[in-house]
Protein backbone atom coordinates (compact mmCIF):
# COMPACT_ATOMS: atom_id res chain seq x y z
CA UNK A 1 0.00 0.00 0.00
CA UNK A 2 1.46 3.53 -1.20
CA UNK A 3 1.69 6.04 1.66
CA UNK A 4 1.58 9.81 0.07
CA UNK A 5 2.58 12.29 2.66
CA UNK A 6 2.05 16.26 1.37
CA UNK A 7 4.23 19.16 3.62
CA UNK A 8 5.21 22.56 3.02
CA UNK A 9 1.78 24.88 2.61
CA UNK A 10 1.49 27.93 4.34
CA UNK A 11 -0.19 31.23 4.01
CA UNK A 12 1.59 33.50 1.51
CA UNK A 13 1.56 36.92 0.51
CA UNK A 14 0.96 37.08 -3.71
CA UNK A 15 3.89 36.94 -5.45
CA UNK A 16 5.65 34.75 -3.11
CA UNK A 17 7.28 31.19 -3.17
CA UNK A 18 6.66 27.83 -1.23
CA UNK A 19 8.24 24.81 -1.55
CA UNK A 20 6.17 21.64 -1.17
CA UNK A 21 7.51 18.15 -1.02
CA UNK A 22 5.52 14.59 -0.97
CA UNK A 23 7.39 12.05 0.42
CA UNK A 24 5.76 8.07 -0.44
CA UNK A 25 6.77 4.61 0.80
CA UNK A 26 5.60 1.32 0.24
CA UNK A 27 5.89 1.41 -3.54
CA UNK A 28 8.77 1.51 -6.41
CA UNK A 29 8.57 4.86 -6.43
CA UNK A 30 10.96 5.58 -8.96
CA UNK A 31 9.50 3.45 -12.23
CA UNK A 32 6.35 5.72 -11.90
CA UNK A 33 5.03 9.02 -13.12
CA UNK A 34 3.94 10.89 -10.47
CA UNK A 35 2.35 14.51 -10.38
CA UNK A 36 0.83 17.24 -8.54
CA UNK A 37 -2.64 17.78 -7.94
CA UNK A 38 -4.88 20.17 -6.06
CA UNK A 39 -8.26 21.16 -5.06
CA UNK A 40 -9.74 24.39 -5.21
CA UNK A 41 -12.47 25.76 -2.45
CA UNK A 42 -15.85 24.42 -4.34
CA UNK A 43 -13.85 23.41 -7.38
CA UNK A 44 -13.04 19.33 -8.55
CA UNK A 45 -9.24 18.09 -8.16
CA UNK A 46 -7.06 18.83 -10.94
CA UNK A 47 -3.34 17.69 -11.92
CA UNK A 48 -1.38 20.78 -12.44
CA UNK A 49 1.95 18.97 -13.02
CA UNK A 50 3.45 15.55 -14.09
CA UNK A 51 7.31 14.06 -13.52
CA UNK A 52 8.20 10.73 -15.32
CA UNK A 53 10.07 8.42 -14.30
CA UNK A 54 12.91 9.78 -16.08
CA UNK A 55 12.41 13.25 -15.11
CA UNK A 56 10.50 14.79 -18.34
CA UNK A 57 7.72 17.52 -17.25
CA UNK A 58 4.31 18.47 -18.13
CA UNK A 59 2.88 22.01 -16.62
CA UNK A 60 -0.84 23.04 -17.07
CA UNK A 61 -1.00 26.81 -18.76
CA UNK A 62 -1.88 28.15 -15.41
CA UNK A 63 1.15 27.17 -13.74
CA UNK A 64 3.66 27.26 -16.58
CA UNK A 65 6.50 29.71 -15.84
CA UNK A 66 5.67 30.06 -11.98
CA UNK A 67 6.12 25.80 -10.49
CA UNK A 68 8.84 23.44 -11.13
CA UNK A 69 8.69 19.52 -10.62
CA UNK A 70 11.71 17.70 -9.69
CA UNK A 71 12.50 14.23 -7.91
CA UNK A 72 14.63 12.97 -5.63
CA UNK A 73 14.59 8.83 -6.29
CA UNK A 74 16.90 8.04 -3.72
CA UNK A 75 14.36 9.83 -1.16
CA UNK A 76 10.82 8.67 -2.58
CA UNK A 77 10.28 12.49 -2.54
CA UNK A 78 8.59 14.30 -5.18
CA UNK A 79 8.60 18.69 -4.95
CA UNK A 80 6.59 21.18 -5.70
CA UNK A 81 8.77 24.36 -6.25
CA UNK A 82 5.84 27.48 -6.60
CA UNK A 83 7.19 30.82 -7.50
CA UNK A 84 4.89 34.03 -8.45
CA UNK A 85 2.14 32.99 -6.50
CA UNK A 86 -1.44 34.50 -7.15
CA UNK A 87 -4.84 34.40 -5.05
CA UNK A 88 -5.94 31.52 -7.55
CA UNK A 89 -3.21 28.73 -6.76
CA UNK A 90 -4.96 28.83 -3.19
CA UNK A 91 -5.66 25.39 -2.72
CA UNK A 92 -4.69 21.68 -0.93
CA UNK A 93 -1.96 20.14 -3.01
CA UNK A 94 -1.77 16.55 -3.31
CA UNK A 95 0.98 14.27 -5.11
CA UNK A 96 -0.55 10.64 -6.43
CA UNK A 97 0.74 9.16 -9.34
CA UNK A 98 -0.15 10.04 -12.73
CA UNK A 99 -3.15 8.21 -13.33
CA UNK A 100 -3.57 8.72 -9.87
CA UNK A 101 -4.57 5.33 -7.43
CA UNK A 102 -7.02 5.59 -4.81
CA UNK A 103 -4.47 5.92 -2.27
CA UNK A 104 -4.25 10.02 -1.68
CA UNK A 105 -2.66 11.57 1.26
CA UNK A 106 -4.19 14.59 3.29
CA UNK A 107 -2.52 17.14 1.45
CA UNK A 108 -1.53 20.39 2.32
CA UNK A 109 -2.65 23.67 2.02
CA UNK A 110 -1.43 26.81 0.09
CA UNK A 111 -3.54 29.63 0.90
CA UNK A 112 -2.44 33.16 -0.85
CA UNK A 113 -3.61 35.86 0.01
CA UNK A 114 -2.84 39.60 1.27
Known amino acids: QVQLVESGGGLVQPGGSLRLSCAAS????????MGWYRQAPGKQRELVVV???????NYADSVKGRFTISRDNAKNTVYLQMNSLKPEDTAVYYC????????WGKGTLVTVSS
Open 26 to 33: GSIFSIYT
Open 51 to 57: ITSGGST
Open 96 to 103: NRVPSTNY
